[in-house]
């Protein structure tokens, strides 16, 4: 199981920072990997990290602005900074089983997914 959380409403050049926490199984073998999905848009990978935590990417939109990390409470953690209107959509973690050392976009590899949370970015 997977819950999200930290998402809401903020305003251009805001800050939040989303949680992926995990119950069940260990991230420590797995890859997490946040997507987002705004209305009537694809579902688009934002950031992902690898299990042993090593290995991290982030889509061209987003570099430099949002950061991926991990704890050991087998949870991962979204800073995502200077947020702009196009950042708003619902944000989803998912963890691909047994992908220790890379991560990838590809949404259908990811076995377990959350709920999702919102995120509103006003300008």
């Known amino acids: 199981l997977l819950v999200e959380s930290g998402g809401g409403e903020v305003q251009r050049g805001g800050s939040l920072r989303l949680s992926c926490k995990a119950s069940g199984f260990n991230l420590d073998y797995y890859a997490v990997g946040w997507f987002r999905q705004a209305p009537g848009k694809e579902r688009e990978g934002v950031s992902c990290?690898?299990?042993?935590?090593?290995?991290t990417n982030y889509t061209g939109s987003v570099k430099g602005r949002f950061s991926i990390s991990g704890d050991s409470r087998n949870t991962v953690y979204l800073q995502m900074n200077d947020l702009k209107p196009e950042d708003t959509a619902r944000y989803y973690c998912?963890?691909?089983?047994?992908?220790?050392?890379?991560?990838?976009?590809?949404?259908?590899?990811?076995?377990?997914w959350g709920q999702g949370t919102q995120v509103t970015v006003s300008s």
């Open positions: 998912a963890a691909e089983r047994d992908r220790i050392r890379s991560c990838i976009w590809n949404h259908y590899e990811y076995d377990v």
């Open positions: 990290i690898s299990g042993n935590g090593y290995y």
